[in-house]
């Protein structure tokens, strides 16, 4: 059974090469008349679910838990150990700096471990640091961050292949990420 879904062939606008389209179908699936070559090149992964092809394209919501120790209050983002995560960045630690001043809480009292936690003071209540990661640090994001490798895209097009079928394990080992390079 498994899944179909396309992938990019001509980069266009704001798709490049390899990108994996969010339409998701179950196998076989029906297509309509654009979207095949030259612009696409339809995939069916014979083992896969969406959830397996949509861990590799969709949006991320990036926010927080919060977590109390006795030491002190972490904000934790939830999405950290799936693909696609990205880290901390430049303006959201600011963000944290600036708004965790108006509780009385220094700069140098925060503390972003490398695993991307943020160690806070607990003269802020749970409460108040919830609502802040919620009302402030959400963020949606589409990264874009895996891509089906351009040369094996190349490779199918020039064999006349329109539909490729493959495994989960094969789908994935065709894939580069972005953000390694």
Request: charged letters at 30%.
């Amino acid at each position: 059974m498994g899944v179909e879904f396309l992938v990019k062939v001509k980069a266009k606008k704001i798709f490049s090469v390899g990108e994996v389209s969010q339409n998701i179908k179950p196998s076989p699936a029906v297509w309509g008349n654009k979207e095949k070559l030259p612009n696409w090149l339809c995939f069916h992964v014979t083992d896969a679910t969406k959830a397996d092809i949509n861990k590799y394209n969709r949006q991320w919501i990036n926010c927080y838990d919060v977590v109390e120790t006795d030491l002190c209050l972490c904000l934790v983002p939830k999405d950290k150990d799936k693909p696609g995560y990205i880290r901390q960045t430049v303006d959201n630690l600011e963000r944290i700096d600036t708004h965790l001043q108006l509780f009385g809480v220094e700069s140098k009292d925060i503390k972003v471990s490398n695993t991307d936690e943020t160690e806070v003071p607990k003269t802020v209540s749970v409460e108040d640091l919830e609502a802040f990661a919620k009302d402030s640090l959400e963020e949606m994001y589409k990264p874009r961050q895996f891509l089906v490798n351009s040369a094996y895209i190349t490779q199918l097009v020039n064999a006349g292949e329109t539909k490729v079928e493959m495994t989960l394990a094969e789908f994935e080992s065709e894939l580069v990420d972005q953000l390694d390079g």
